[in-house]
């Protein structure tokens, strides 16, 4: 089926699923905030230091993308990342959800 043509078809139910482990609720809207109302500490009690998402976890971050640069990411034919990696990268998404970030 074309990617763009309407259809009658489901939709999909994964981005209705919420992530798993904390994540910070906006105190008014009453919905998870994004990522960059995320990185707010007046919103976001998790990120008292008001790390922007691309600056958070620098260990995890450098530990995951050294190594996507071993085994390839996988969007690359054939990379073996996805098995080598996954731990590494479950360990950053936990440190991001600790700081209140939806991943």
């Known amino acids: 089926m074309w990617p763009f ?6 939709p ?7 992530a798993t482990g904390p994540v910070s609720i906006h105190p008014t ?6 990522n960059s109302e995320a990185a707010n500490p007046e919103l ?3 990120n008292p230091e008001g790390h922007k998402p691309c600056c958070a976890c620098p260990e995890t971050k450098k ?7 071993k085994f390839g990411s ?5 990379a073996d990342s996805g098995a080598q990696c996954k731990d ?7 440190c991001m959800r600790s700081l209140g970030f939806n991943m």
Do not use: K, Y
């Open 5 to 10: 043509s309407s259809s009658t078809a489901a």
């Open 88 to 94: 590494i990268v479950e360990r950053h998404r936990q």
């Open 63 to 69: 530990a995951r993308d050294d190594c996507f640069l």
């Open 74 to 78: 996988n969007a690359d034919d054939g």
């Open 12 to 18: 999909s139910t994964s981005a209705a699923i919420p």
């Open 44 to 46: 976001n009690p998790l």
């Open 29 to 34: 809207l009453g919905r998870p905030l994004t």
